[in-house]
């Protein structure tokens, strides 16, 4: 079946301008995962869904960063007024259940350039 | 902020060598796993070891997981070109036994095999 994908895959924007990410998981998958990855790093938990809830923030960077999974299967990471410390790929993950047990299937990930 | 530190940063070997990588990391976990990054693309999950295991094998791959030292290693005997790729360990941390897959990853290794 189709993995996880991530559109779009890259996305170049001028600094002040909003950004939306998309990631579209396994089908069935009830939870859904965001990263960030710096060059040479790893990634970086954002946040998390448990269906359309959304269970855990904690790794927003601030509040112009939001997130949402409105019928617990599509889900959008929005950058408002986007800055240039905000260049990175972002990378969604989906797990068939919730719990670190359970593997986590990551997309291929959105490069975002902000010049 | 990043729990796991893999060393080596880098890992140059000749293939058909084995090669070992190593990831500390600084508070309670309920699991610990390994992800492979290939050059421009996702990352794929190769292995999970949970607090309670101390070996686990998979193919080519054995994890070792010590909670006494808060370490892991990841194994991968004969090597391969196709084994070329960044090594990333992630931990599933205890926070008072709730689990739901959020990850902190370390700064990964990377492994080059020269064929």
């Known amino acids: 079946g189709a993995g996880v994908s991530q559109s779009p895959r890259y996305k170049v924007t001028k600094r002040g301008q909003d950004v939306a990410l998309r990631c579209d998981p396994i089908?069935?998958?009830?939870?859904l995962y965001w990263y960030r990855q710096a060059l040479g790093q790893g990634p970086e938990f954002l946040t998390y869904?448990?269906?359309?809830?959304?269970?855990?923030k904690s790794g927003l960077p601030n509040d112009r960063f939001s997130a949402e999974r409105p019928e617990g299967s599509i889900s959008t990471l929005t950058i408002q007024r986007t800055e240039q410390r905000d260049s990175a790929m972002y990378r969604c993950?989906?797990?068939?259940?919730?719990?670190?047990?359970?593997?986590?299937?990551f997309g291929p990930g959105t490069r975002l350039t902000v010049t | 902020s990043q729990q796991g530190e893999e060393d080596p940063q880098a890992l140059s070997i000749q293939e058909g060598e084995n090669a070992t990588m190593n990831c500390s990391y600084k508070?309670?976990?309920?699991?610990l796993q390994w992800y492979r990054q290939n050059s421009g693309r996702g990352l794929v999950h190769l292995i999970l070891?949970?607090?309670?295991?101390r070996e686990k094998h998979s193919g080519r791959l054995r994890v070792t997981l010590d909670t006494s030292k808060k370490s892991s290693s990841l194994l991968i005997t004969a090597s391969r070109a196709a084994d070329t790729a960044s090594y990333f360990c992630?931990?599933?941390?205890?926070?008072?036994?709730?689990?739901?897959?959020?990850?902190?990853f370390g700064q990964g290794t990377i492994l080059t095999v020269h064929p």
């Open positions: 992630a931990t599933d941390v205890n926070a008072g036994g709730t689990s739901y897959g959020k990850l902190t």
């Open positions: 993950a989906s797990s068939y259940r919730t719990g670190g047990s359970y593997e986590q299937y």
């Open positions: 070891i949970r607090s309670n295991e």
């Open positions: 089908s069935g998958h009830v939870s």
């Open positions: 869904f448990n269906y359309e809830a959304q269970q855990d």
């Open positions: 508070t309670s976990i309920n699991n």
